[in-house]
């Protein structure tokens, strides 16, 4: 039988559970930063297990972020290329300038020696698959160009993403020698995968690299609060419905997108109080929000507090 592991915060006390989550998510990927969006109620399971060299983890919990600084991915003790797949809830993926929300039914690839961060709004139920990079490069594929993309809607990756779920789901009842099997069929389908994605030049990757541009633009004009579809538009010299069609099937629209990242952005400043504390509407309209009211509405919306409340929580 495979060997495997579980963690669940069913056995621990209610205020000890975001803390404890906190240290299991550390310890388990080696390394990475938790942050539960402020909320103070939290509950969550791990379940992990091996396929030979491939880590297997189901992973549910309430909403919550994960990063992973320049210096965690330098101090990593293995480089995986590591997979997230929902069953339920989204992933939104930031890597390398590139971002790519998966939900159920596709996958995304990111590289545990960079820096990435991964936000997961509402509560989700993920498939967390980590597969030895030295693995999936030996034919000198080049992943840099092919992180934060979403696969699994067709063609091998759809088969890779099956046989990452079927490979779970049996694993309790496999030997050791078939856990190991399964393992290198998941390492050779994720490595097709990525050739073909690295390899491919139709309409399909041409939307995403004016997806990473945009973005791009974006993330450098955070701050501006004339930041709009028609500025992007005029400054990328494309039309709006090619913009709109660069996010079709993202989950969010590009409005959306933008409020979410100044939304992240005020979170992180908020989350440090004190008498040298900037004042909210400061924050606010220094990420782009022109109305205070406003911000505090979307605000509310997006983490179910007021930006006041949430600075002045348990334990700031």
Known sequence: MAESLSFTTDVVAPRERAPQWCEWVWR????????????????????ASHAGDVILTRLEANRHRVLRTPGMARTSDTAYLKIVAPWQGSATVQQQGREACAREGAWVIYDT???????????????????????????????????????????????????????????PHMSEAAARGAGEMIKQLVQLSLMELAGLETAVTQREALRDRIRTYVQQHLRDPELSVDTIARALNCSRRHLYNAFAGEGESIAAHMQRLRLEACVRELQHAGPNARPITDIALSWGFGNPSHFSRVFRDHTGMTPSAFRHGPGR
């Open 113 to 171: 020696t960079a820096a990435y961060e991964i936000a997961n709004p509402e509560r989700v139920d993920h498939l967390i698959v980590m597969v030895p990079k030295d693995a999936v490069t030996e034919r000198a594929l080049r992943v840099e160009g092919v992180m934060a993309r979403r696969l699994g809607a067709s063609g091998i990756s759809r088969v890779a993403l099956e046989t990452m779920r079927n490979t779970y789901q049996e694993l």
């Open 28 to 47: 388990h990927f080696g390394g990475l930063e938790s942050d539960l969006y402020g909320d103070t109620a939290f509950d969550g399971q791990l379940v």
